[in-house]
C-alpha cells in the first residue's frame, strides 16, 4: 500500500467516523456551549438533579426501544404518562385535605393506585400490539389513534375529578419518590434506584430471555423469525405490555416528583424518549440496540435539556435543536442501515 493511498484511506477512515458519529459531536459542542454561557453548570449539585429528572426518563425510553427494537415506534408515550399520573394522583391525596377528589375514600397503600395506573396503561399498550401484530397495521398510527384515546380518556376523568389540577398529594406518595437512601456522605434519591433496578430488569429481559431474543429476531427480519419459528404475534404483544407497565410506573413516579398532575401532564415526552433511544444507537430499522446505549441516549438528551433550561435558551429554540437532533440521529442511522445492506 503506497503512501497516497494510506492517506486516502486514512481520510475516509475519519470521515466516516465523523459522519457516524456526528450527533455526539453536535451534543458535545452544545455542552460546551452551555459551560460557556455559565461555568456554574457544573457542579454536583446540577448534576444531581439531572440524575433525578432523568431517572423516569430512562423508565419511559427504555419501554419505547423494545417498540424500536421491533422496528416500530409508540407516539402514545406522554398521554400514557398523563393518564397514570392523574389516575395515582387523584387516589393518593392527603387523607386531611378538605377538598379531596373521593372525600368518602380510606386511605390507600401508596401500591394500590400506583397498580391500577399501570394496569390501565398496560392495557391499553397491549391493545396497540396487538392491533399491530394482528391486523398488520403501521405501528405509527395504531399509536397516534391511541394517543388520542388515551388523552381523551384522561381528559374526560380530569374534568369529572374537576377540572383542576390535582394536588396536596399524600406525604406517603411524594415521600416515595421525592425521597432518598442515605449512605455515609451519600444520598442517593429513590427515583435513581428504582431506574436502576428497572434498567436491571430490563437488561436480564433483552439479553437473558426468550423473548428479548425473539425480540431482537423480530425486529431484524420478522419474515426470516417467522420461518424459524418465533411467534411474532405474542412477541409484539409482550413487548408492547412491558411498554405499558413502563409507562404506568414513570407516570406515577413523575407526578409523585413534581407534586401535582393535569390532563396535559407528559405531553411531548414521547419525542424525547425516541430521540434518546436514537442518540443512544436504538434502530429505528429494528433489530440494533442495548440498554447501555439507551441510558446513555437520555442521560445526554437530559444534559441538553436541563443546561439549554439553566442558560435560560428560548424554548422555541429549545424546539429547533430537538427537532435537529432527532433529524441527525435518524440520518445517520439509515446511512448505517443501508451501508450495511
Known sequence: MNETSVKKWNKSTVADFLINNAIYVVLLLLVIVIICMDSSFLSVQNFKFIITQASTRVILALGVAGL????????????????????????????????????????????????????CTAIASTISGYVIAKFKVTAFIVTLSMQLIIYGVASLYYDYTGGSPIANLDERFKYFAQGSLRLGPVEIPFLVIYAAITV???????????????????????????????????????????????????????????????????????????????????????????????????????????????????????YIIKGLIIVIAVAIDTRKYIKKK
Open 200 to 318: 436491571a430488569i430490563v437488561w436480564f429481559i433483552w439479553n437473558k430471555t426468550r423473548l428479548g431474543k425473539n425480540m431482537f429476531a423480530v425486529g431484524g427480519n420478522e419474515e426470516a423469525a417467522t420461518v424459524s419459528g418465533v411467534n411474532v404475534i405474542r412477541t409484539i404483544v409482550l413487548v408492547s405490555m412491558l411498554a405499558g407497565i413502563l409507562y404506568g410506573f414513570a407516570g406515577s413516579l413523575e407526578v409523585a416528583r413534581t407534586g401535582s398532575a393535569t390532563n396535559n401532564i407528559g405531553n411531548g415526552y414521547e419525542l424525547d424518549a425516541i430521540a434518546a433511544c436514537v442518540v443512544g444507537g436504538v434502530s429505528f430499522n429494528g433489530g440494533v440496540g442495548s440498554i447501555a446505549g439507551v441510558v446513555s441516549g437520555v442521560l445526554m438528551f437530559q444534559v441538553i435539556n436541563y443546561g439549554l433550561n439553566y442558560v435560560d435558551v428560548s424554548p422555541y429554540i429549545q
Open 68 to 119: 424500536l427494537v421491533l422496528a416500530g415506534t409508540d407516539l402514545s408515550v406522554g398521554r400514557m404518562v398523563g393518564l397514570s399520573a392523574v389516575i395515582s394522583a387523584s387516589l393518593l391525596q392527603a387523607p386531611d385535605y378538605a377538598r379531596r377528589i373521593f372525600p368518602d375514600m380510606p386511605q390507600l397503600p401508596v401500591f394500590a393506585p400506583i397498580l391500577l395506573a399501570i394496569l
